[in-house]
């Protein structure tokens, strides 16, 4: 089946300072997404990537998928105490919209301020 | 964009009972879909919610211990059968469209079995 790898799985970083969260499928996606999660909240769609090598920023996000269409990237830059959090990239295979995500393990970012 | 409310938010339950968890869109949905998610892990999906007809179940589960209604386009449950403390897990319900694919997830259902 269809697997999500994600790294790294922690992050420490100093308020201010960047971060990137790397995800890579086994298989090609017909797109992938990001998706922030709040410690004890929901996971909250950030985006979403179907072309490929298609690059999409939000504000101090970038988010890149890969040419193959089997790997992407998250940057955060001069991180904020606010976007502290566990960051999935999530695969959407062959099947489309009728199929789940299938999530990565997550990057878990923690921020000193 | 999709409301999603699910119950209930936490529950701590015996082991060998049953539990159902109830998820309702403010929109008519066509994928519905129940995953579980061990407190800091990933989020496994457990199966998909089809509306009038069987759910379709990932490896790994199966319709006896999780078995799952979708009487409508707008609600869905899942319940967690015969309970061992090896089901304490949170459990989300998401909901989606075939084409515009971003997901919408509930505030999950907390379950502990003890």
């Known amino acids: 089946g269809q697997q999500v790898m994600q790294i790294p799985q922690y992050q420490h970083v100093q308020e201010g300072e960047d971060f990137t969260t790397y995800c890579n499928s086994s298989?090609?996606?017909?797109?992938i997404q990001w998706y922030k999660q709040r410690p004890g909240g929901h996971p909250v769609f950030l985006i979403q990537?179907?072309?490929?090598?298609e690059v999409k920023k939000q504000k101090r996000l970038t988010f890149q998928f890969g040419e193959a269409k089997k790997n992407s990237s998250l940057h955060i830059t001069a991180t904020q105490t606010t976007d502290v959090g566990t960051y999935f990239c999530?695969?959407?295979?062959?099947?489309?919209?009728?199929?789940?995500?299938?999530f990565g393990k997550g990057t878990h970012l923690i921020i000193q301020p | 964009s999709a409301v999603i409310s699910q119950k209930p938010s936490r529950d701590i339950c015996q082991r060998g009972t049953s539990l159902t968890i109830q998820c309702q869109v403010d929109?008519?949905?066509?994928?519905m879909f129940w995953y579980r998610q061990q407190p800091g892990q990933s989020l496994t999906l457990i199966a998909t919610a089809n509306q009038g007809s069987e759910a379709t179940y990932e490896s790994g589960f199966v319709i006896d211990k999780f078995p799952i209604s979708r009487p409508n386009l707008t609600f869905s449950t899942l319940t967690v059968s015969n309970m061992s403390p090896e089901d304490s897990s949170i459990y989300l319900c998401?909901?989606?469209?075939?084409?515009?694919?971003?997901?919408?997830f509930g505030q999950g259902t907390r379950l502990t079995v003890v």
């Open positions: 998401s909901a989606g469209d075939i084409v515009n694919t971003e997901a919408f």
């Open positions: 990537l179907v072309k490929s090598g």
């Open positions: 929109s008519q949905v066509t994928m």
């Open positions: 298989t090609t996606l017909s797109n």
């Open positions: 999530a695969g959407l295979g062959s099947g489309g919209g009728a199929d789940g995500l299938t």
